[in-house]
């Protein structure tokens, strides 16, 4: 299930390798997010990150995590 805190990982995490190494994950291109979707995403948290990352660019809601960039949860908050 897609949390706050899953949000504000999209929105702060970069990609730690290929390609787009160093790339906030929401700023990823979609055609590189469905290749993943097809070859198999990473294990983890980075992978259901990937994950809803594609979900969240398929539906055009990209635009609701772009705003998060730079923020974070209050620990005290999260529940992931």
Do not use: C
Not at 1 to 26: Q, S, V, W
Not at 38 to 60: D, H, R, S, V, Y
């Amino acid at each position: 299930m897609l949390e706050p805190g899953h949000l504000l990982d999209i929105a702060n995490t970069e990609m730690p390798f290929g390609k787009y190494r160093g790339r906030i994950l929401i700023d990823l291109p979609e055609e590189y997010l469905l290749w993943f979707q097809k070859q198999g995403f990473p294990g983890g948290k980075l992978g259901e990150l990937l994950a809803w990352t594609l979900e969240l660019k398929i539906e055009g809601l990209e635009k609701l995590v772009k705003p998060l960039k730079g923020k974070r949860l209050d620990p005290a908050q999260s529940q992931s």
